[in-house]
DNA sequence: ACCTGAACACCGTTCAAGT
DNA sequence: ACCTGAACACCGTTCAAGT
């Protein structure tokens, strides 16, 4: 009778018995991380669900990054393409998607700071870029600014997302913005002086009116600054 | 005469002899950055540098994510607030400064991946900021405007360079940047003809067009976009 | 008050050996 | 070909015990 110090994902949320495949095993990873989050799928966490020795993953895996944007990927299938809030003009109908983005990748602590750095070129991710190069066009944006826009706008929401759900997910994080706000507050007039000025409102604003102006001032900045020349 | 597995720094790059106080551990860390990179600076590799035990540097730093966030501090104080390049136009100038931080983060391989979601609050990051906003003072660009666009400037080049940083450092972030531009040239185009027709445009543009486009774009957005209304 | 040995609870990845 | 035990080389953090 030893007590087990790691409690195994319940029964209903773990496919039963998955097959050591690379779909059981990244199957396996999305369970894990919806139960226990992102930090939680490692390889000796899933051999370990999977009855077996981690060395056995290599097999399907190449390593942990890899392992961690299948997960993305998979995820990126609940974001909601068409939103119900964002019907209307195509400039609310993208903020909508590009929010529901965020919340898919909020809502998973982890996957946004992962997300930021891996790359994903999975299918639902270029079904993802499909319906936001859509959008663009149909707002009448010249082809290689949305392209590049594109690419903006989801570094973006993802840094956004990795921000704050980094301050949701550890108390000392939220200590940092702490700090930050008194930092802010207590610059001197004199070395600092548009510091000073603007501490109220670079704190300030709700984060939907901040989100909201976020959106608008990129899709302003997409739609009229030409790919050559100077732009104004 | 036993190997040692790690070659601790070399002389001349670590502080000799640093004492046990908050300001010794820091200048260590940053001494095992330079030499080492982000990913090194370990409370037990710390505390092997500095000939005691981890738990030493407990009485001095809350954890490890507090450490890197002082090293982060530190390395901002080689950023260039009035770089060359960056002479004439307030636009360019602000252009120049935030390439200046991309270029200290991406040298330091991992500094980047933790700034994006360490929030800094020490005085080279205050520095840095008020140097942005009195640019965009200069510029004429609207307080409120001004301080909540220094905070996207600051994200896009942070999120850019972990990116980037990440790209250069690993051969397998590598493979996915192929594998990306592999899935968007392979679409079809009657499931994504956005995707198909600008598979070209999305990842074309050397780093340089597109990082200027993107810093045009963005101070273009945040000059023209009001903080409330429709904007346009 | 400051410092530390030792422990607890983990990691990723490789490789020789098995089936 | 696929799978794995065991090992190598690490982690962060805590805590009781020392000085």
């Known amino acids: 009778m030893t007590l087990r110090p790691r409690t195994p994902i319940s029964r209903r949320e773990r496919p039963a018995k998955p097959a050591l495949t690379r779909?059981?095993?990244?199957?396996?990873?999305?369970?894990?991380?919806?139960?226990?989050?992102?930090?939680k799928?490692?390889?000796?966490?899933?051999a370990q669900e999977l009855d077996t020795g981690p060395a056995s993953l290599y097999?399907?895996?190449?390593?942990?990054?890899?392992?961690?944007?299948a997960v993305l990927d998979e995820l990126l299938g609940e974001v909601d393409l068409d939103?119900?809030?964002?019907?209307?003009?195509?400039?609310?109908?993208?903020?909508?998607?590009?929010t529901s983005y965020m919340h898919v990748l909020f809502e998973h602590?982890?996957?946004?700071?992962?997300?930021?750095?891996?790359?994903?070129?999975?299918?639902?991710?270029?079904?993802?870029?499909?319906?936001?190069?859509?959008?663009?066009?149909?707002g009448g944006v010249p082809p290689v600014q949305a392209a590049w826009g594109v690419d903006v706008l989801l570094q973006f929401a993802t840094a956004t997302a990795a921000e704050h759900s980094t301050r949701e997910q550890s108390p000392e994080a939220e200590d940092e913005w702490d700090a930050l706000t008194r930092a802010v507050h207590g610059v001197s007039e004199k070395t600092h002086p548009h510091l000073h000025a603007l501490a109220g409102s670079l704190l300030a604003g709700s984060p939907e009116d901040r989100m909201?102006?976020?959106?608008?001032?990129?899709?302003?900045?997409?739609?009229?600054?030409?790919?050559t020349g100077t732009g104004s």
């Open 23 to 39: 779909e059981g095993i990244v199957a396996t990873a999305v369970a894990v991380m919806r139960a226990q989050g992102l930090e």
């Open 41 to 46: 799928v490692t390889m000796r966490r899933l």
């Open 59 to 69: 097999v399907y895996v190449a390593n942990t990054a890899e392992l961690h944007g």
């Open 83 to 98: 939103p119900a809030e964002g019907r209307g003009d195509w400039r609310e109908r993208l903020a909508g998607v590009l």
């Open 109 to 138: 602590p982890g996957l946004a700071r992962s997300a930021l750095t891996a790359r994903p070129s999975g299918e639902h991710y270029l079904r993802l870029l499909e319906r936001l190069l859509a959008l663009l066009a149909k």
């Open 212 to 227: 909201s102006w976020c959106f608008r001032m990129l899709i302003n900045g997409i739609s009229h600054t030409p790919t």
